[in-house]
């Protein structure tokens, strides 16, 4: 089973912030927290991972608590091409040893 | 770098058939995994492959197995294939390295009829 949990559906306006939140309260010290997104019908795509101090790239940024219990995905500017379901997985390993665990994701729907 | 590739995109085979599906690396990976996604159980994971040898299994029956090459690409075979297969099949693969992200494919959609 998923280790996480993350709201089902979110909506949000195009060119506002999306906010993804993800609660990981069973996480341990060595499992890193890794954000995909699937865009309909199509494979899953790396977005930004992270272990304990907040990370930014240029699709996202991830904010982690510092108890590490949960965290949140910011698309700074969602556009209609944001529209995807978000996963957050914790593993220790990133899937370089494939087994990511998938859970249900929460579905992003930014209207315009 | 050209990403991962899947062929083919589409497939549809009936019950009791099997079926092999191809997957080739971006260049330099040497683990490949694959994924089975349906609405009904989301995306779960079938096995991985690192070296040409099978390095994680997930926890689905023995008649999905695959195997890798020399070259890293990867084929996965579905045999006795029966409704509940129909799927899309990803592929993903990654350098094999600890905490190296995976790659992901476009996907094999299967039918099976």
């Known amino acids: 089973d998923a280790k996480t949990t993350q709201p089902p559906s979110m909506d949000c306006a195009e060119g506002r912030a999306a906010n993804l939140p993800c609660n990981h309260s069973?996480?341990?010290?060595?499992?890193?927290v890794y954000w995909y997104r699937q865009i309909h019908s199509q494979g899953p795509q790396y977005i930004i991972h992270?272990?304990?101090n907040n990370e930014t790239n240029e699709m996202a940024s991830l904010i982690i608590t510092e108890d590490r219990k949960s965290s949140t995905l910011i698309l700074p500017h969602a556009t209609l091409r944001d529209t995807a379901v978000y996963y957050c997985?914790?593993?220790?390993?990133?899937?370089?040893?494939?087994?990511?665990?998938f859970g249900k994701g929460t579905k992003l729907s930014v209207k315009p | 770098k050209a990403g991962v590739t899947q062929t083919p995109r589409y497939l549809i085979k009936t019950r009791g058939q099997q079926v092999t599906l191809s997957c080739s690396p971006i260049?330099?990976?040497?683990?490949v995994s694959w994924y089975q996604q349906t609405p009904g159980q989301g995306l779960q994971f079938l096995f991985e492959?690192?070296?040409?040898?099978?390095?994680n299994k997930g926890n689905f029956p023995g008649r999905f197995s695959g195997r890798q090459f020399s070259n890293s690409r990867s084929e996965m075979n579905v045999s006795t294939l029966e409704l509940g297969d129909s799927a899309l099949y990803l592929c993903?693969?990654?350098?094999?390295?600890?905490?190296?992200?995976?790659?992901f494919g476009p996907g094999t959609r299967l039918l099976v009829l």
């Open positions: 993903a693969s990654s350098s094999g390295q600890i905490k190296e992200t995976q790659y």
């Open positions: 992270g272990l304990k």
């Open positions: 492959y690192f070296s040409e040898t099978q390095r």
């Open positions: 260049s330099g990976h040497r683990s």
């Open positions: 069973t996480i341990s010290g060595n499992e890193y």
């Open positions: 997985i914790v593993s220790p390993t990133g899937g370089s040893q494939g087994n990511l665990i």
